[in-house]
């Protein structure tokens, strides 16, 4: 389904697809990297740096309540 979404230049709806096909073992970055920090094998920090959206992944830190301290000492 992915390798269509890029064939036909509809990459704007691979994110969606991954979204509605979790239960197939599709997983966002978003997600891949929440689950890392939830599982305290990445710091915070780090994913963060290496996530896409940032702004919703700093929702989504401070949501489950994650140290997000090193947001000071960012320029965003």
């Known amino acids: 389904a992915i390798a269509n979404l890029i064939r036909e230049g509809k990459t704007f709806q691979i994110q969606s697809m991954m979204q509605t096909n979790k239960k197939v073992g599709m997983v966002t970055m978003h997600d891949a990297l929440m689950?890392?920090?939830?599982?305290?094998?990445?710091?915070?920090?780090?994913?963060?740096?290496?996530?896409v959206e940032k702004t919703a992944f700093e929702a989504a830190l401070k949501a489950k309540g994650?140290?997000?301290?090193?947001?000071?000492?960012v320029e965003q």
Do not use: G, Q, R, T
Request: hydrophobic share 40%; glycine share 0%; aromatic share 8%.
């Open 66 to 73: 994650h140290d997000m301290s090193f947001l000071k000492n």
């Open 35 to 51: 689950d890392v920090v939830d599982k305290k094998l990445v710091e915070p920090k780090e994913a963060w740096m290496k996530s």
